[in-house]
Nanobody
Framework: QVQLVESGGALVQAGGSLRLSCAAS????????MGWYRQAPGKERELVAR???????NYADSVKGRFTISRDNAKNTVYLQMNSLKPEDTAVYYC???????????????WGKGTQVTVSS
């Protein structure tokens, strides 16, 4: 099992920045993919960004150029730097992790409890 604990969510004004962190513990040897998803009220959960153990990255079109995902394998931590935040970025952000199949397009195996990001206009 892998445990994921997110931190860094907050209320911020439009145009501002936040950095989310997610620390992984447990059977972390199995993790290849780590990522961030978000779910806004009344909407489905969507991928924001993900990163492989080899530091390849994917981003949702809506966040390209504004958000940056990074990973510190020594600390078993993944980060999401969010700049130029917009009200439509308001959501609960979930950290996720998975093995090789998850990186190849499968579903993530582990999820954090989420952290709230609210962007005011």
């Amino acid at each position: 099992q892998v445990q994921l604990v997110e931190s860094g969510g907050a209320l911020v004004q439009a145009g501002g920045s936040l950095r989310l962190s997610c620390a992984a513990s447990g059977s972390i040897f199995s993790i290849v993919a780590m990522g961030w998803y978000r779910q806004a009220p009344g909407k489905e959960r969507e991928l924001v960004a993900r990163i492989s153990s080899g530091f390849s990255t994917n981003y949702a079109d809506s966040v390209k150029g504004r958000f940056t995902i990074s990973r510190d394998n020594a600390k078993n931590t993944v980060y999401l730097q969010m700049n130029s935040l917009k009200p439509e970025d308001t959501a609960v952000y979930y950290c996720s992790a998975g093995g090789p199949a998850a990186w190849r397009g499968g579903t993530m195996d582990y999820w954090g409890k989420g952290t709230q990001v609210t962007v005011s206009s």
